[in-house]
């Protein structure tokens, strides 16, 4: 009697656990829908404040996609593009991500360099799943060298497919590092950022930098950040005017 | 087979025929100058020809006020209609220290047949012609040389022609660049013409130029020309040069460099006797035009209009739209072509007069050349979407330009087109698509109420419906604690998986550690015999066990046949006080006598036989 009476104890609070979770869940599929819903009725500050809310309690690419949309349409490329690289970074082949990316940039003249080969390749896979393809290709070679699965298999057939591992692991570590080199890149958010030659405030400025344009950060000091952008151009740029695409 | 081999002693019996009487063919030399009069400071060309032989000697030929450059010699076989001839060729170079009658004697030529000799040639070598002012300053390297030009007399020139020296700020002057090389000059160009001087900047000039040939003076020279176009940059007079290296084939042993040509002959003007008699050597040149001063003036500033985007030539605007008969919300493709002369980079698109009830998009521009480096058009397409329904033409676009001839400003306005904008029912045009029913694959068309909500941006792809997994942070793969947990034990497992298949091959290779192995294996299970035999007190079971496995441990340690091993082999090998021995012997008597131990026996030797066995 004990038992079933604990049992049900037990079985009422995970049943008030499971509702109070979808209650949670329906409550942000409400707020997401109402974003949503603001942004057709083009309320763009409503759809970012309600993305916005939404995003300190989780990401996902569409949540960010979303956002993303909402800041370009209220006329915020910096924070539009902030968002898209973020969303694209979860998922990288998501080809509505990257064509209002294109769109933007092309709108606001924010041309990007011509990518070499290498960067090309690099780009074709987002850092996780180079991290996935590089784990696959060490399980792979450490299988054959390691576990001889069938005896059939021939050892020149393992030494092939530890061979053709050993190229997909070389690959991926490749584009790990390439991935990895622009993990820490920055959008400027800023709209009329300035790049000083020293980290000051009085500091004369160099020039200007457009809102939207990546930048990779070299150093901080004190409010200020040693910044690379994507044509080679540095300076010291406001910690406020940019914002880190990882966080 | 037969019939082919005797089909081919044929033939070479009808060679040898006619090859025979060429052999004893009449063997004659002639000799022939190219020329029979040349100038002081020139040369002509002898020709010294033996007919009927294949090789000969010349003796050199010494003749008062002549000097004689051998230029090589040529062997040649003819079969013409079936008679064979052979010749060999001489050419010399003859060069007069002095104006005067010259008689050049016989020569006399040596070959397998004998001496022959030649006729001998008069000819007058007369007062030099105008010397070529070749202004051969070095430019310092003391390789290259400058040559500087003008003058037609010279090996290359360069020659720089503007369609006009006095231009605008921006404008186009195309400009006519020519290198002049002698006829009879072989050179290679090392580069393109390069501009000298500053103010001025030189459109990127075709890699290949335009050959021609051209009289200038007396000489004819090849002609390489590029046409291009100067643009002003900067306000004020300025000189400025153009440059050209080049590599020139020189004759080693002349003075001066000489055409080919002047020989007269066309037959020895064939690049192959330049290339075969001739010894050149080559010369690095530079080859510059004469400066010229050309002047940047600046552009009015009154009458300028606002629309003036830095546009100065001769212009023409051809505007078209289509479609012409829309609804709201209709796009209209805007055509304007802008064609004529001028500098058609700074071409901007014209602007439109009224931007009332349109909404404008960024224009698309391509620039069609025409031939000429100013001449051409420049098509922009514009799209231009209707907001208003009450709209009744596309409004005027305007353009304007600068006139250098008139030195004015101009305004080209294009008509408005008209339109013919048709009614939509407001059911077609603005029943918005449910949202649940417009949900397609996690997308959402935004199409609510389109005319109360003015995008941006309209051209971005719709939201996203489904918000979709959520993560707490956008941190890596490789950051995330489960995938490292993940990476640790794989690499465990890889790690093991390493050392179990590195211990069976180190097994596999070492015979000392499987018999170890086997060893260790036998005595286990002959352990449990004996131990199964102590308990159930059969002794003879008992030293049949012990024997086997004496035998197995000795058989497998010294590498025989564990059956064949007796009691004297035990004896041989092993210590006599060996307790083996004795378990051994105690095995053989009961199987011989039926002799049995009692249980104290048994046990003592069980323990001895163990310790014995594992010390091995």
């Known amino acids: ?247 | 087979m037969k019939n082919k081999k005797s089909f081919q002693y044929l033939l070479a019996l009808l060679f040898l025929l006619t090859i025979i009487p060429s052999l004893h063919a009449e063997v004659t030399a002639t000799a022939s100058l190219s020329v029979k009069s040349f100038p002081v400071d020139r040369m002509a060309k002898l020709i010294v020809t033996l007919q009927g032989q294949r090789s000969a000697t010349i003796d050199m030929l010494v003749v008062d006020g002549l000097r004689f450059h051998p230029r090589g010699q040529s062997a040649r076989m003819d079969y013409v209609n079936g008679a064979y001839s052979s010749s060999v060729t001489s050419l010399f170079h003859v060069e007069a220290s002095h104006e005067g009658s010259f008689t050049i004697p016989p020569i006399t030529i040596k070959s397998k047949e004998g001496m022959v000799t030649t006729l001998p040639i008069h000819f007058e070598v007369v007062k030099a012609t105008a010397q070529p002012t070749v202004q051969s300053s070095s430019s310092g390297s003391g390789v290259t040389t400058r040559l500087r030009t003008g003058d037609a007399a010279e090996v290359a020139f360069l020659r720089v022609t503007p369609t006009k020296t006095s231009s605008y700020s921006g404008e186009v002057v195309p400009v006519q660049i020519q290198i002049y090389f002698r006829d009879g000059i072989q050179a290679n160009l090392n580069s393109l013409p390069q501009l000298r001087g500053e103010g001025f900047v030189l459109q990127q000039l075709r890699r290949e130029p335009h050959r021609s040939r051209e009289m200038v003076g007396n000489s004819s020279y090849s002609v390489l020309t590029w046409v291009s176009a100067l643009s002003g940059i900067k306000e004020g007079t300025h000189t400025l040069s153009m440059e050209l290296d080049a590599t020139l084939l020189l004759r080693q042993q002349q003075r001066v460099q000489r055409p080919r040509g002047m020989f007269g002959d066309p037959f020895f003007d064939d690049s192959f006797f330049n290339s075969f008699f001739g010894s050149y050597r080559e010369k690095e040149v530079k080859v510059a035009s004469p400066k010229l001063e050309m002047t940047v003036l600046s552009l009015p500033e009154t009458g300028k209009p606002d629309t003036f985007s830095g546009a100065i030539g001769d212009f023409r605007l051809q505007v078209k739209a289509i479609p012409l008969e829309i609804s709201k919300g209709d796009p209209v493709t805007l055509t304007m072509t802008v064609s004529g002369v001028g500098n058609f980079d700074r071409v901007q698109v014209p602007q439109l007069q009224k931007q009332k009830g349109w909404k404008s998009y960024s224009p698309s521009s391509e620039f069609l050349k025409d031939g000429n480096v100013n001449r051409g058009k420049k098509v922009f397409e514009q799209a231009l979407v209707a907001k208003e329904s009450n709209l009744t033409e596309v409004p005027a676009v305007a353009f304007s330009y600068f006139d250098p001839e008139s030195g004015t400003y101009k305004e080209l306005v294009s008509a408005p087109i008209p339109i013919d904008m048709q009614e939509v029912e407001v059911a077609e045009q603005s029943v918005p698509v449910p949202r649940q029913a417009a949900i397609s694959s996690g997308k959402e068309a935004v199409q609510t109420a389109p005319e109360k909500v003015e995008q941006l941006l309209p051209g971005l792809a719709p939201l996203q419906l489904d918000a979709g997994q959520m993560n707490k942070q956008l941190e890596p793969l490789f950051a995330k604690k489960w995938f490292q947990v993940f990476c640790a034990v794989l690499l465990l497992a890889i790690c093991g998986a390493l050392f179990i298949t590195i211990r069976k091959a180190r097994f596999a290779g070492n015979p000392q550690l499987q018999r170890q192995k086997s060893m260790k294996q036998l005595l286990e299970k002959r352990e449990r015999e004996i131990e199964e035999h102590l308990q159930a007190a059969d002794s003879r079971g008992f030293l049949v066990s012990s024997r086997t496995a004496i035998q197995e441990q000795l058989g497998l340690l010294w590498n025989t046949e564990a059956a064949a091993i007796t009691l004297a082999d035990l004896q041989k090998r092993l210590p006599q006080d060996s307790v083996l021995c004795t378990i051994f012997n105690a095995a053989d008597e009961s199987a011989y006598s039926g002799q049995e131990l009692d249980e104290q026996q048994m046990l003592e030797f069980a323990t001895s036989l163990k310790k014995e066995l594992t010390n091995l």
């Not at chain 1, 003249?109 to 070499?116: N, V």
């Not at chain 1, 584009?175 to 820490?184: K, N, P, R, V």
């Open chain 1, 1 to 247: 009697m004990i038992h079933s009476k604990g049992y049900w104890q037990i079985f009422s609070l995970f049943g008030i656990f499971l509702l109070l979770g979808s209650f949670s869940v329906q409550a942000a599929d409400n707020r997401f829908k109402k974003a949503t819903i603001a942004y057709n009725d083009g309320e763009y500050q409503l759809a970012i404040e309600g993305f916005e809310s939404l995003a300190r309690d989780g990401l996902s690419s569409a949540l960010l996609y979303n956002l993303a949309n909402s800041y370009a349409q209220n006329g915020q490329t910096g924070m539009a593009i902030l968002n898209y690289e973020r969303a694209a970074r979860l998922a990288p082949g998501d080809s509505d991500i990257r064509g209002n990316l294109e769109l933007l940039r092309k709108e606001r003249t924010l041309f990007q360099e011509e990518q070499t080969v290498s960067q090309r390749f690099i780009r074709l896979l987002g850092l996780d799943l180079w991290t996935i393809l590089a784990t696959a290709g060490f399980i792979l070679f450490a299988t054959c060298l390691l576990f001889p699965v069938t005896p059939r298999l021939k050892t020149t057939t393992r030494r092939l497919v530890a061979a053709a591992s050993v190229l997909v692991i070389m690959a991926s570590v490749m584009g790990i590092a390439g991935q990895y080199h622009h993990y820490h890149d920055a959008v400027v958010v800023g709209g009329d950022a300035k790049l000083r030659l020293s980290p000051f405030a009085s500091a004369a400025a160099s020039g200007s930098i457009q809102e939207g344009r990546l930048l990779t950060p070299v150093k901080v000091h004190n409010n200020y950040t040693l910044i690379k952008d994507e044509s080679g151009r540095s300076g010291w740029l406001d910690n406020d005017e940019f914002m880190f695409i990882a966080y």
